[in-house]
């Protein structure tokens, strides 16, 4: 065999190249993971978002249906409800379920776990016909503040006249 001294061109990458960027990844797997698993501020947007479509959904409903429409804000949910009969009443009593669009189920939004609302001052307000926010006894309610908790906090108001949910 005859040996002419040229080199040969060996491509590829040795072992210890190979075992710094496993062990790179591995710090990178380890310090990005936690904050794809942490869901927290993932669901408390989506139900800040799901809790605002219901206070616009409830106020669009009073309008298009010329009745009044109760929102009930608990801790851990909202629910939707609605006056069956034309004309004002005083309180929520007898009214019946809002249902969901679309289905027959009731409008009801339970919060996730570690998610509440901090209600605001009126946790149980209407929108009457024009869509105006008011107390159960019918009285104009002032803009109301709705907050979604959590390990953040989300804000949504109520304008008092318009009843637009921002």
Known sequence: MKHDGAKRLH???????????????????ALGMPRLTARNVFDERGYFDQVRSALRYAQKTAVAKRREVCVTLAAGSVA???NPAPGAVAGCGGFAAVNLPGTTDPYALPAPAGVAIAPPAVPVFKFNALGQPVTPAGVL??????TVTGTAAFAMTVAANTGYVF
């Open 141 to 146: 309610l002032p803009a109301q503040v709705v």
């Open 80 to 82: 939707l409800t609605y």
């Open 11 to 29: 491509s590829g990458f040795t072992t210890v190249e190979l075992i710094t960027v496993i062990v790179v990844l591995g710090i990178l797997a």
